[in-house]
């Protein structure tokens, strides 16, 4: 009797379904245009273009136009700010200068544009926050930054304001109308905050950073709790929160497009534990001269379990193993006794990777077509059908 053959199931990835080709120089960021077949972007030649998808398939620029200075761009309600506001037509072929913001002494970093209060959020190299009003144009309050930062996030309700900086660390700010107070700040990155993303459902902070991490800071649920998210060879250029299926997507300079499932049980790495010996075979670690003397041992080089936080030696923690809901979808350093009690239904991974073929700079998401838009530093712009995968 001949065996029953399954076929193996497809694995669901990203559909590409345009490249924005023709840049001098690369794109810093862009956006998607809501409900259009349109990218607004902006590149380091300073150029603002506004592409439109012609009847061929193809994006060509209706709109060309040239900054004095190095530019960022939020699209929302046909209008985006940076140095300068513009009002966009309804047909996108026009750009009309609104307003100039006198915010920051150095490059503005990052704006936002918040509809439902009328503000201006920026950010600068001066190491300024500010907000101004959009209807008025004046500003009204500024705070100074420990570093040059590079992620802002806002919850409307609450009035709070997520900033990430160089340093690694991210404050949040209760805003008023003319004033601002500190809450509280976070410190959980070796490298610089490149990235953050707010879910004001869950009331759950992510933030990427240069050291290749992501770390989910559980604001609303568990005050203080942070989860660690380790899925990129790279920097993290870009995250989004997809709130209805509780996905995040992540994008790094690796090209890695990484969707993470959240709507699981996580647990917080721990701590790393300090000990003059592995705490396993109790081998005197090379600092420990006095074991070393009295053991007549050479002393051992210092590791820590991933899993239990213990401090041992490369004997003790000669195995590898994935652990996804500590955030480890990549092989880390376990001892010997944890990689034995790690069940295959633990080792089960909690996110799919899916290759975009440049190196990501910049991302955006558009929820309501499950449209994500990539520019990389090959000076090209995909945008990519998430609906296979973000589901």
Same mark, same amino acid.
């Given at each position: 009797?001949?065996?029953?053959?399954?076929?193996?199931?497809?694995?669901?990835?990203?559909?590409?379904?345009?490249?924005?080709?023709?840049?001098?120089?690369?794109?810093?960021?862009?956006?998607?245009?809501?409900?259009?077949?349109?990218?607004?972007?902006?590149?380091?030649?300073?150029?603002?273009?506004?592409?439109?998808?012609?009847?061929?398939?193809?994006?060509? =620029?209706?709109? *060309?136009?040239? &900054?004095?200075?190095?530019?960022?761009?939020?699209?929302?309600?046909?209008?985006?700010?940076?140095?300068?506001?513009?009002?966009?037509?309804?047909?996108?072929?026009? &750009?009309?200068?609104?307003?100039?913001?006198?915010?920051?002494?150095?490059?503005?970093?990052?704006?936002?544009?918040?509809?439902? &209060?009328?503000?201006?959020?920026?950010?600068?190299?001066?190491?300024?926050?500010?907000?101004?009003?959009?209807?008025?144009?004046?500003? +009204?309050?500024? *705070?100074?930054?420990?570093?040059?930062?590079?992620?802002?996030?806002?919850?409307?309700?609450?009035?709070?304001?997520?900033?990430?900086?160089?340093?690694?660390?991210?404050?949040?700010?209760?805003?008023?109308?003319?004033? !601002?107070?500190?809450?509280?700040?976070?410190?959980? #990155?070796?490298?610089?905050?490149?990235?953050?993303?707010?879910?004001?459902?869950?009331?759950?902070?992510?933030?990427?950073?240069?050291? #290749?991490?992501?770390?989910?800071?559980?604001?609303?649920?568990?005050?203080?709790?942070?989860?660690?998210?380790?899925?990129?060879?790279? @920097?993290?250029?870009? +995250?989004?929160?997809?709130? #209805?299926?509780?996905?995040?997507?992540? !994008?790094?300079?690796?090209?890695?497009?990484?969707?993470?499932?959240?709507?699981?049980?996580?647990?917080?790495?721990?701590?790393?534990?300090?000990?003059?010996?592995?705490?396993?075979?109790?081998? =005197?670690?090379?600092?420990?001269?006095?074991?070393?003397?009295?053991?007549? @041992?050479?002393?051992?080089?210092?590791?820590?379990?991933?899993?239990?936080?213990?401090?041992?030696?490369?004997?003790?923690?000669?195995?590898?193993?994935?652990? =996804?809901?500590?955030?480890?979808?990549?092989?880390?350093?376990?001892?010997?006794?944890?990689?034995?009690?790690?069940?295959?239904?633990?080792?089960?991974?909690?996110?799919?990777?899916?290759?975009?073929?440049?190196?990501?700079?910049?991302?955006?998401?558009? =929820?309501?077509?499950?449209?994500? +838009?990539?520019?990389?530093?090959?000076?090209?712009? @995909?945008?990519?059908?998430?609906?296979?995968?973000?589901?």
């Amino acid at each position: 009797m001949a065996a029953e053959i399954h076929p193996r199931p497809q694995t669901r990835k990203p559909v590409l379904l345009s490249k924005i080709e023709g840049f001098q120089d690369v794109v810093n960021t862009a956006v998607i245009i809501p409900k259009e077949d349109g990218v607004i972007s902006v590149s380091q030649d300073r150029t603002i273009r506004v592409w439109l998808k012609r009847d061929s398939g193809q994006y060509w =620029p209706s709109v *060309y136009h040239t &900054m004095p200075g190095e530019s960022s761009v939020q699209h929302s309600s046909s209008r985006f700010s940076s140095y300068q506001e513009f009002v966009l037509s309804e047909d996108y072929n026009q &750009m009309t200068p609104a307003r100039t913001y006198q915010a920051h002494q150095g490059g503005v970093t990052v704006v936002l544009f918040v509809l439902e &209060m009328e503000w201006v959020l920026s950010t600068g190299q001066d190491k300024s926050f500010t907000w101004h009003c959009s209807e008025s144009g004046q500003q +009204l309050g500024t *705070y100074r930054t420990t570093a040059w930062v590079s992620g802002l996030q806002f919850d409307v309700e609450t009035r709070h304001a997520f900033v990430g900086d160089h340093s690694g660390q991210v404050t949040i700010l209760k805003l008023e109308q003319d004033n !601002c107070s500190l809450v509280t700040t976070f410190k959980g #990155h070796t490298g610089n905050v490149t990235a953050l993303c707010w879910d004001p459902v869950q009331r759950v902070l992510f933030s990427g950073s240069s050291d #290749h991490s992501i770390i989910m800071w559980d604001i609303g649920g568990r005050k203080g709790t942070a989860f660690e998210l380790q899925g990129h060879n790279d @920097k993290v250029q870009g +995250l989004c929160y997809a709130s #209805h299926t509780r996905q995040l997507i992540s !994008c790094g300079s690796d090209g890695g497009i990484v969707i993470w499932n959240m709507d699981v049980t996580r647990q917080e790495t721990p701590e790393w534990l300090d000990s003059d010996s592995c705490q396993k075979c109790e081998q =005197p670690f090379f600092w420990n001269f006095k074991q070393m003397w009295d053991s007549k @041992k050479i002393g051992l080089r210092q590791h820590h379990c991933r899993k239990c936080g213990q401090a041992v030696c490369g004997k003790c923690s000669s195995k590898r193993s994935t652990i =996804p809901l500590m955030g480890f979808e990549f092989e880390v350093r376990v001892c010997d006794s944890c990689h034995d009690s790690i069940t295959d239904e633990e080792r089960a991974p909690t996110a799919t990777f899916h290759d975009s073929k440049h190196s990501i700079i910049h991302m955006q998401y558009e =929820p309501t077509r499950g449209w994500l +838009l990539t520019s990389g530093t090959d000076k090209i712009i @995909k945008l990519w059908d998430m609906t296979p995968v973000v589901s």
